[in-house]
C-alpha cells in the first residue's frame, strides 16, 4: 500500500507559479506510476500531468501543456508539479495519486489510480 502526502499549495495572484509536492511512503515508490488530478469548485475531478515510474513519460491536460510540469525524485519518494503562468481557473484542490499502470486519459475514465492523497489547495486570484 502506498501512502500520500501533499503539499506546497496557497493563495498565488494570477501570473504566479507555485510548486506541489507529493510525498510517497514504502520502498516500492518506483514501482508506480503517478499522476495529478484537480478538483475545481463545484466541479469534477478532473486529470492533470502523469508520469511514468521512471520518469521519461509524461501526460497532460490540454488545459496546462506548457504551463505545468510533472517531476519526480525517486530516491526521495516525491513527485512534484510546478505550476507556472497561473491562471484563475486553475483554482482547485490538488489530488496526487498513484497506481502500478500508466494509463492512458481513456482508461482513467474507467479506471482511476488506486490510491489517493488528501489533496492541498491552490487558490488563484485575479
Known amino acids: 500500500q502506498v501512502q500520500l502526502v501533499e503539499s506546497g499549495g496557497g493563495l498565488v495572484q494570477a501570473g504566479g507559479s507555485l510548486r506541489l509536492s507529493c510525498a510517497a511512503s514504502?520502498?516500492?515508490?518506483?514501482?508506480?506510476?503517478m499522476y495529478w488530478f484537480r478538483q475545481p469548485p463545484g466541479k469534477e475531478r478532473e486529470f492533470v500531468a502523469s508520469i511514468s515510474w521512471a520518469g521519461g513519460t509524461t501526460y497532460y491536460a490540454d488545459s496546462v501543456k506548457g504551463r505545468f510540469t510533472i517531476s519526480r525524485n525517486n530516491a526521495e519518494n516525491t513527485v512534484y508539479l510546478q505550476m507556472n503562468t497561473l491562471k484563475p481557473e486553475d483554482t482547485a484542490a490538488y489530488y496526487c495519486?498513484?497506481?502500478?499502470?500508466?494509463?492512458?486519459?481513456?482508461?482513467?475514465?474507467?479506471?482511476?489510480?488506486?490510491?489517493w492523497g488528501k489533496g492541498t489547495q491552490v487558490t488563484v486570484s485575479s
Open positions: 495519486a498513484a497506481d502500478r499502470s500508466l494509463r492512458t486519459l481513456v482508461q482513467l475514465t474507467t479506471t482511476p489510480p488506486q490510491y
Open positions: 514504502g520502498r516500492t515508490f518506483s514501482s508506480y506510476a
